[in-house]
């Protein structure tokens, strides 16, 4: 362990069974002093940043079905919804009007709308001005099997469209035995880095999340984050890394078996251990959505340099049963309550 | 990872805690302003496991408020209520049994019962309270009455308070819970509860307490407009009285909650706020056992993590919590023994149930 901790200090890498170690026998005190550290030499300044955005899911009909997930709706099962243009410009006005710069665009895997649908979305809503963070990997992997095009091709005409960064969403834990049991229609891990990886190739930034506390094993946990700074030496196209915990209420998962809902010392550790290992992604999210308040301003003292969005919207974590809402006038309070500077930003974390 | 507190600048505070030394208020002042919450924390936790290990306590328990009828009115509290207010309540002795009765399957170990500062009730009421309880389920522990209705009580029964104690010990009463200290300084109980007894005959209530055998716990209403010497001078009043009695058992921060008060401009407590109180006061208290982090306050998430930063017991189940949420808390009323054991052992402490005293009754 002293090893470990001497690495760490000296700035430089852990490898995985250092992660292992310090996971089995770091107390909390301990992750939070390192990752403290290791934020510190990345981001000296005593600041906190944040983005005003609003979640639009602009479909909640999905072929998925993943376990995990209260907010979809089978195609067969009806009652589920795709945004009308109305409907879409208003979101985005009313985002607009509160100072947001930015729209995190995700629906579910709709099972016949081709890609042309998806490009005039982009248009549309391009229109605006407004930066548009969209289309997390599993559905440009599904665009790309609608449509027979390779997922370059795929993403190019995305971008072509108006897009300007994808986020990090659908990774959930990247590792198959994992997805085949949750998630099986949703693309596999390989597929999830190879679109992160075509994205990076051809200039667009993305985000990276985790979603753990399900089925995953403490190796499977590493093996993700092994994953996401591998392609992260190879592209440093990641902006920021966000780990949340499964909600299991009102899903099929928790339904099925029972799970425990992760505990806020197991976030705040998780959160810490990330920091430590991902030493070559620059920002990590703390998850107000999942944790609230409290637990999100201490996580700045636990890794994370960023209060995430504001949220305007937010649908999928509300549907499992979690309704936190925070103002950006109360990001701001709790940022400077926990003695940093709070700093609106862009998607690539430049100041607004 | 002392040399983490050393490069914070707590070098000095961090060798008296090592050797078991009193903090002054100037030391708790510089923790205070201190701006990094994980220093506190593990400064606070040296005496947390000092003090007590590994474990993490809690009780299994059951609220009962007979009455929000109160003529103290304070300007924090969002539970009493003038009497013929629609809000009002008061239970019959007949009604608070009936709640004893109904939870008789359940290993109740504690009834903690608590209530306003009624204008008419008689003393006997108070007596018949106790003596129902017992009657209905006689091996329970009754932790009933703050010091602020123990010293009403007296006026009522017209005795001393150590005279009146031994009235309501014989009718079952077996210890007083920590409430209506708020913040003792003058100018702050002038300012939110000016009819409200004062911190110095908080103090003599509780001391005689002390001295007829009977134990108490100890709070601190922060968040609201208190400053930091205020919170300090508080913390300094209770270690001094137990350096002289010996008789606190806990101390409970207690996070203001304005919703529905006449404070409601205030901001809600922060989660670093919360921490800071209950690591300070670790720090500060040094002759207290115990350090309670009340999950009905600060939350169940960040109560465990508190387990780490000072407090060793998470207080219990609590059913029907009602003073708390009046006041816009969005905790749940209640928690199974079963979640608060899986927190616990989560946070990497050994889990025992606890009877009223400290007595194990149980580890996990």
């Known amino acids: ?352 | 990872m002392d040399a983490y507190i050393e490069q914070a600048g707590l070098g000095q505070i961090l060798a008296k805690v090592r050797n078991g030394e009193r903090l002054t208020l100037a030391d708790g002042r510089a923790l205070y302003h201190h701006p990094n919450i994980l220093a506190l924390g593990y400064l606070a936790n040296i005496v947390r496991e000092r003090t007590n290990g590994n474990q993490a306590f809690f009780i299994y328990n059951q609220h009962i408020n007979y009455s929000n009828i109160c003529t103290n009115l304070c300007k924090f509290c969002a539970f009493g209520k003038e009497k013929g207010h629609a809000l009002a309540y008061e239970m019959t002795v007949e009604e608070v049994k009936d709640k004893v009765r109904l939870r008789l399957d359940e290993p109740i170990s504690e009834i903690h019962m608590v209530g306003g500062i009624h204008p008419d009730l008689p003393f006997s009421y108070y007596l018949d309270l106790l003596r129902g309880i017992k009657e209905v389920r006689p091996e329970v522990h009754i932790q009933a009455f703050t010091c602020v209705e123990i010293h009403h009580l007296a006026q009522l029964a017209g005795k001393p308070v150590d005279h009146t104690l031994r009235d309501l010990v014989d009718a079952g009463l077996g210890s007083l819970p920590g409430g209506g200290a708020e913040v003792f300084s003058p100018r702050i109980r002038q300012m939110t509860c000016e009819k409200k007894l004062s911190g110095e005959g908080w103090l003599e209530v509780a001391k005689t307490a002390h001295r007829q055998g009977l134990h108490t716990n100890a709070t601190m209403l922060y968040g609201h407009i208190e400053t930091v010497d205020e919170r300090l001078e508080h913390l300094d009043a209770l270690r001094c009285a137990q350096d002289e009695t010996n008789g606190f058992l806990a101390f409970i921060p207690l996070a203001f909650h304005p919703k529905n008060t006449e404070m409601a401009e205030h901001a809600t407590t922060t989660g670093i706020s919360d921490l800071k109180n209950i690591a300070i006061s670790r720090l500060m208290l040094d002759n207290f056992p115990h350090i309670k982090a009340y999950w009905v306050m600060i939350g169940p998430k960040l109560a465990q993590v508190a387990l780490a930063f000072g407090a060793d017991d998470m207080d219990g189940t609590v059913k029907e919590e009602v003073i708390t949420h009046m006041a816009g808390a969005e905790t749940a009323q209640a928690m199974g023994h079963k979640t608060l054991i899986r927190l616990i052992r989560e946070a990497g402490r050994q889990p025992v149930q606890r009877d009223t005293l400290y007595k194990v009754l149980a580890t996990y």
């Open chain 1, 1 to 352: 362990m002293q090893k470990i901790i001497r690495k760490i200090e000296a700035a430089q890498r852990i490898d995985g069974e250092d992660f292992l170690r310090l996971e089995q026998e770091a107390d909390l005190h301990q992750l939070g002093f390192l990752a403290n550290a290791v934020r510190l030499r990345l981001h000296p300044e005593p600041v906190v940043t944040y983005v005003i955005d609003r979640n639009i899911n602009y479909t909640d009909i999905c072929i998925s079905a993943c376990k995990f997930c209260a907010f979809f709706k089978a195609p067969e099962e009806g009652g589920g919804q795709v945004l009308t243009r109305a409907e879409l410009a208003q979101k985005i006005a009313e985002t607009q009007e509160l100072g947001g710069t930015q729209i995190l665009l995700q629906g579910g895997l709709h099972p016949d709308k081709p890609l042309e649908f998806y490009e005039e979305m982009l248009r549309f809503m391009k229109a605006t001005g407004i930066h548009i963070h969209g289309f997390s990997p599993p559905e440009i992997v599904h665009f790309s099997r609608l449509a027979d095009l390779p997922i370059p091709k795929v993403i190019e005409r995305l971008m072509a469209a108006g897009l300007d960064s994808i986020p990090g969403g659908g990774a959930e834990i990247l590792n198959n035995r994992v997805r085949r049991e949750l998630a099986p229609n949703k693309c596999d891990a390989d597929q999830w880095i190879e679109v992160m990886a075509v994205a990076h190739d051809l200039g667009l930034r993305t985000t990276a999340t985790m979603m753990f506390g399900h089925i995953e094993t403490m190796a499977e946990r590493l093996e993700h984050l092994q994953r996401v700074r591998d392609l992260q030496d190879r592209t440093g196209g990641f902006t920021a890394f966000i780990p949340w915990p499964f909600q299991p209420d009102h899903t099929p998962l928790a339904a099925a078996r029972t799970i425990e809902k992760t505990t806020a010392i197991s976030y705040l550790r998780m959160l810490a251990l990330s920091r430590i290992f991902l030493d070559n992604v620059r920002n990590i999210q703390a998850s107000w959505v999942t944790q609230g308040p409290k637990i999100a301003q201490l996580s700045l003292f636990f890794g994370a340099n960023d209060f995430g969005s504001t949220m305007i919207e937010e649908n999928v974590v509300a549907a499992a049963g979690v309704r936190f809402r925070l103002s950006e006038e109360e990001i701001r309070r709790l940022v400077t309550d926990a003695g940093f500077r709070p700093q609106q930003r862009l998607m690539d974390y430049t100041p607004v």
